[in-house]
């Protein structure tokens, strides 16, 4: 099979003048409302969380702002079989306490992530992959358990490489509080409740790079957070509501950048059960959502309407399925004919940052009878929610980053998922079925039919994708991702 290199490229519009004077200055982030609950990449599986890691820790592959594959820890790959592909690694790298990396790394992540007693929450997402098998020190095959046509997308989304001998003295519980990766930053301080502070790694392999001195998280309340960043208590402000943008705008020295992005308000529903597992309830949710109003009141008009959970952009986007109209007329005859006339209660369970849109859906819901009890809990702590089994339905921004309908589909409905409440209607091996058809034609023909399945049978209520709002000093520079889990060392302060 022909070989796949992908040269390292550099954007043109990331070299500015201004980047010839090195590394500058102090880059305050606010992406959270409060701390991960841990720093350790094989123990996390949320938006913020992996955010946070990813600057510490890399993986074979990434993706660039604009959802390109490109090459990370791994220079080039190759497909050697259906099974088998082979990673050349980039030589002369180390971890930030001088360990090095090589294939024995690469081995070692992928074996402890495998491991059930890890209790890596996003396991089933790369459980395709059997086992890493060294070839020598700088190359390393990836052996999956069927042919994976989506092996890189999961590498690139999930897989972040740790420090073999680090773990093996200092164990994982070190780990989780003092991480060790091949980052551009470096990890300093965690002062909980309060920011996680990094640094500048010296020694990083993109020559130049990062360009700031010091990177900071900081966790504040989300009605704090403007405040914090025109008093200067920050620099960026990564998830900015839509209902704030003009304040943003009218304030000198500010800005506001956007980008539609692969992330979709996600809605779950616990179907094994009633009244759920009826697909007329199901449909009638779906028509008494008014989806140009919860656009416009939660994101002041900052999304698109979609038909299923699969997003323009995406891989295995069914651009032909046009999304449910709005009609309470249709919504009520689907509930009288399910059974419902008087309609019926359910528990909801939402993130902080979906708490405007679960307001706004349980008061339209509420026009056809179905009222909405709303629980609110962090991004760190939803896992442990969903595992409760106290929820008929729960709802969240969902970024996708495996840049493939594959990853919201498997998260929403998958039995295996982590944030499923069910595991219903052979969607398993529908989902198992498309990503081990390696054939790109056979996987997109697999990929649409599954789109199209999801819709007819409503398997979620569907929303919008979103478009990315981040609220930043004017003279920053830095490039919203399109995967929505941004990368900093790229960012920078210009010269005034």
């Known amino acids: 099979m022909k070989k796949q290199r992908f040269a390292f490229f550099l954007c043109a519009a990331l070299l500015a003048p201004a980047l010839a004077l090195g590394a500058n200055g102090k880059l305050r982030v606010c992406d959270d409302v409060a701390d991960p609950l841990t720093l350790d990449p094989g123990k996390e599986f949320s938006e913020k969380n992996h955010t946070l890691c990813q600057q510490i820790f890399e993986g074979l592959v990434r993706f660039n702002p604009d959802g390109q594959m490109e090459p990370a820890l791994a220079v080039s790959w190759n497909r050697i079989d259906p099974t088998r592909m082979r990673f050349n690694l980039r030589q002369g790298v180390t971890f930030h306490n001088g360990e090095p990396f090589d294939a024995e790394a690469v081995k070692f992540t992928i074996e402890r992530l495998l491991d059930p007693k890890t209790g890596f929450p996003g396991i089933a997402l790369i459980s395709s992959i059997s086992r890493a098998e060294i070839v020598d020190a700088v190359t390393i095959d990836i052996v ?97 509501p839509g209902t704030q943008t003009l304040a943003v705008m009218k304030h000198p020295g500010f800005t506001v950048k956007k980008k539609p992005v692969l992330c979709t308000m996600n809605v779950v529903l616990k179907l094994p059960s009633a009244p759920l597992n009826n697909p007329d309830v199901r449909k009638a949710l779906n028509y008494a959502l008014d989806k140009n109003a919860l656009i416009r009141y939660d994101v002041l008009g900052n999304g698109r309407p979609i038909a299923t959970f699969s997003m323009p952009g995406e891989i295995g986007h069914n651009s032909s399925l046009r999304p449910y109209e709005f009609d309470l007329k249709k919504a009520r005859r689907l509930l009288v004919k399910a059974g419902y006339p008087n309609g019926f209660t359910l528990k909801m369970v939402s993130k902080p940052g979906a708490e405007r849109a679960a307001k706004i859906m349980a008061a339209q819901f509420k026009k056809i009878g179905v009222r909405m009890d709303v629980t609110i809990t962090t991004d760190a702590a939803l896992i442990g929610e969903f595992a409760s089994g106290k929820y008929d339905i729960g709802i969240g921004d969902c970024p996708d980053p495996m840049a493939h309908a594959y990853f919201v589909q498997f998260i929403t409905l998958h039995s295996k998922s982590p944030y499923s409440l069910s595991g219903i209607y052979g969607i398993d091996a529908k989902l198992e079925d498309m990503a081990s058809a390696v054939d790109e034609k056979a996987s997109l023909k697999k990929a649409l039919a599954l789109d199209q399945y999801i819709y007819d049978n409503a398997l979620s209520v569907f929303t919008y994708q979103k478009i990315a709002v981040s609220a930043l000093k004017k003279n920053l520079r830095f490039e919203l991702a399109v995967m929505r889990v941004p990368y900093f060392y790229a960012a920078y302060f210009a010269r005034p």
Do not use: C
Request: charged fraction near 30%; avoid cysteine.
């Open 144 to 240: 999956t358990r069927f042919p994976d046509a989506l092996l890189l997308n999961r590498l690139a989304g999930l897989v972040l490489i740790v420090p073999p001998r680090y773990i093996r003295e200092k164990g994982d519980g070190f780990l989780a509080e003092t991480p060790v990766g091949t980052g551009a930053f470096i990890f300093k301080k965690w002062d909980k409740g309060r920011e996680i502070s990094l640094s500048e790694n010296p020694n990083y392999w993109m020559k130049g790079y990062p360009k700031v001195k010091e990177l900071t998280f900081k966790f504040i309340r989300q009605e704090d957070q403007l405040a914090a960043l025109f008093s200067g208590k920050v620099d960026l402000l990564t998830d900015l």
